[in-house]
């Protein structure tokens, strides 16, 4: 009987052994693999992190208290930690949950503010003079930035940190001399100056004239310049037009139109523009005359500036194009035609005498005197011609050939123009396309009378 109770007692110990042996292996545990904190730090910028770990589990569950942040499970023993760009300038600290059985652990991810660091590629902007809307880039990661302008300011801005960028609204400059506003980018590391620039409105301008060109050449410049397109061959006035033209509404006060007229020979090209001013005081002011010589016309034939109706003509060499200013009183218009180089040499006058040229002063009585000195001959039936078919006062006087007469032009009974006429064409001109242009020669020849 003892040995019997001594074996039930030992079978007792073992099975209680055995109990405590099992209850120790089925207690849950995790634990981080070695070396990583329970406080995980991350950088600014969007992340992924891979953290192992150890667990008596088979499966896991996992939660992260932030949107910025996301967990999952990868495999047994790797977490994979999904983070979004901070972009504010202050850290900010989210906290994961994790459950293996019964057990529950807390870990902790801090990410670092972004960088305070703000830059442009510019800081100087220069703009043209009318209204427009311009996209500027900011290269930086925070969000933590802004742009001030005073309320009665010619440039408004709209900040978008959350695009990298801020939109800059130019107000169109209606007065011609340019203006400047200094900005300043804020953000917490500092403060970044702006510089705002904007040229003048138009004020002279030239068109865009490049002989033979086409529509589209002119077109595009006219454009770049906010031009408005009014009048084209397509419109009903120039249906039967031999000679189309296109006409532009232009941002330029002083010149609010330009022409372009056109030639169909063999194709259309551009072979005349006309700049046409507000009135003739545009053109009368010296200072346009220098906007004239700064884009490279030299004054060729210079009337008198200031009698009612005059005449001035400017060569540009380089672009190949005359420039001619028609004054009529309190009208005016700036017609610019090409030079063409003379294909071969063309005979001319031996001499040739310019006429009376006392103009603003003679009448025609000092007119007649001078032609009757000299051979000419009053024409009545011509200057009744010529005076019906202008509407000018013009006289014509007969004389030798080649030249077989002469016109003068009268405004207010004195002399504003004199007009040659001649028998023979090539003697001064030749003609190219439909365009007539005087002779080497007879330039000379009008340079050597001074």
């Given amino acids: ?32 693999e070695e070396g990583v904190s329970s406080t995980i730090t991350v950088e600014a910028s969007s992340s992924k992190r891979e953290v192992g770990f150890e667990t008596n589990q088979s499966k896991i569950e996992t939660y992260s208290n932030a949107t910025w942040l996301e967990v999952t499970q990868t495999s047994a023993t790797s977490l994979l930690i999904t983070t979004q760009p901070n972009l504010g300038s202050a850290k900010r600290i989210a906290e994961i949950t994790v459950f293996a059985g019964s057990l529950e652990r807390k870990l902790h991810v801090e990410q670092a ?74 953000h917490p590391g500092g403060a970044i100056p702006l510089t705002i620039k904007q040229e ?33 061959p397509s419109y009903a006035t120039q249906v039967a037009s031999a000679q189309p033209f296109y006409i532009y509404e232009t941002k330029a006060r002083l010149f609010p139109f330009v022409k372009y007229e056109m030639q169909d020979l063999a194709g259309r090209f551009m072979f005349r523009t006309i700049l046409l001013p507000a009135n003739s005081q545009v053109v009368r002011n010296p200072e346009f005359e220098d906007f004239l010589k700064s884009e490279g016309f030299k004054l060729v034939l210079n009337d008198n500036s200031e009698a009612e109706n005059y005449t001035k003509v400017f060569e540009n060499q380089e672009r190949k194009v005359t420039a001619v200013i028609v004054v009529k009183g309190d009208q005016a218009e700036l017609i610019f035609t090409p030079i063409i180089d003379q294909p071969q040499a063309y005979p001319t006058f031996k001499s040739i005498s310019l006429g009376f040229t006392d103009f603003y002063n003679a009448t025609f009585e000092d007119v007649q005197a001078y032609e009757e000195s000299v051979g000419g001959q009053y024409s009545f039936n011509w200057s009744a011609i010529y005076k019906r078919q202008s509407g000018a006062q013009i006289e014509i006087f007969l004389s030798p050939s080649p030249i077989y007469a002469r016109g003068y032009v009268f405004s207010k009974s004195k002399l504003v123009q004199t007009i040659f006429f001649a028998d023979r064409l090539d003697v001064g001109m030749y003609q190219y396309g439909n365009i007539y242009f005087l002779t080497k020669e007879l330039k000379d020849l009008l340079a050597q009378e001074g």
């Fill in 113 to 186: 503010g972004a960088s305070t660091a703000v830059s442009l590629d510019e800081a100087t902007f220069d703009y043209g003079p009318w209204e427009e809307t311009y996209e500027i880039s900011v290269t930086t990661i925070s969000e933590d930035w802004s742009i001030t302008v005073p309320d009665d300011s010619w440039v408004k801005v709209t900040a978008e940190p959350y695009l990298k960028r801020f939109l800059l609204h130019v107000a169109e400059n209606r007065d011609f001399d340019p203006r400047t506003i200094e900005l300043s980018l804020k």
């Fill in 200 to 232: 003048g409105a138009l004020k002279y301008i030239t068109p865009f004239f490049e002989w033979g060109k086409d529509f589209e050449s002119f077109d595009n410049g006219e454009k770049a310049r906010r031009s408005i397109f009014v009048e084209g």
């Fill in 1 to 32: 009987m003892v040995r019997k109770m001594f074996r039930l007692s030992l079978l007792v110990v073992v099975g209680l052994l055995s109990s405590c042996n099992q209850s120790m292996l089925d207690e849950p545990f995790f634990r981080l």
